[in-house]
T-cell receptor
Framework: QQQVKQSPQSLIVQKGGISIINCAYE??????FPWYQQFPGKGPALLIA?????SEKKEGRFTISFNKSAKQFSLHIMDSQPGDSATYFC???????????FGKGTKLTVNP | DAGVIQSPRHEVTEMGQEVTLRCKPI?????LFWYRQTMMRGLELLIY????????DSGMPEDRFSAKMPNASFSTLKIQPSEPRDSAVYFC?????????????FGSGTRLTVV
């Protein structure tokens, strides 16, 4: 099973700042690359996903940037808010593309 | 829809005992996934089903683990006998096809502690 390297492990940002989380992969199926958000005591929830033939996707304050040649993609959270404090996971499609391999997660803390 | 429903939320058991975790996926979803989450290993895929048929069980750690999906609305993950290293949060997730487009919907998980 391939490795999905996510960094940083933890991130502390001031309210209003920009949070950036990176993900690198080895191999993938041709399918969407998602980011999931997890709050304590809950399961991960889909936040945003990008097709591999697109370089950037923006939804509100959340943007995915995708670099296919470098096999990297990142999540940018603009104007970070305390309510964004959670653990974020990138995921890479595998096999027939219905299977996801997750990164180890990034714990984001946004200070008020 | 009530989402993906897992039971129990918490389970504490003694080493050697049988443990059964339960999952009710969202109605109409074609895929069901079982993941295990630990601090050390993160989220690991154990097994997944498509239309109630197991497709890939390569993530199941060993023969002590088994999973079934007798119908479209119910799945179980069984550990027999349980060991302390099985302590983790176990998540069930379901999805429409294609999962990449629609995403997985996760349950709230079962926190298993084996003492």
């Amino acid at each position: 099973q391939q490795q999905v390297k996510q960094s940083p492990q933890s991130l502390i940002v001031q309210k209003g700042g920009i949070s950036i989380i990176n993900c690198a992969y080895e191999n993938t199926a041709f399918d969407y690359f998602p980011w999931y958000q997890q709050f304590p005591g809950k399961g991960p929830a889909l936040l945003i996903a990008i097709r591999p033939d697109v370089s950037e996707k923006k939804e509100g304050r959340f943007t995915i940037s995708f670099n296919k040649s470098a096999k990297q993609f990142s999540l940018h959270i603009m104007d970070s808010q305390p309510g964004d404090s959670a653990t974020y996971f990138c995921a890479v499609p595998q096999g027939g593309s219905e299977k996801l391999v997750f990164g180890k997660g990034t714990k984001l803390t946004v200070n008020p | 829809d009530a989402g993906v429903i897992q039971s129990p939320r918490h389970e504490v058991t003694e080493m050697g005992q049988e443990v059964t975790l339960r999952c009710k996926p969202i109605s109409g979803h074609d895929y069901l996934f079982w993941y295990r989450q630990t601090m050390m290993r993160g989220l690991e895929l154990l097994i997944y089903f498509n239309n109630n048929v197991p497709i890939d069980d390569s993530g199941m750690p060993e023969d002590r683990f088994s999973a079934k999906m007798p119908n479209a609305s119910f799945s179980t993950l069984k550990i027999q006998p349980s060991e302390p290293r099985d302590s983790a949060v176990y998540f069930c997730a379901s999805s429409h096809w294609p999962p990449g487009l629609y995403g997985y919907t996760f349950g709230s998980g079962t926190r298993l502690t084996v003492v």
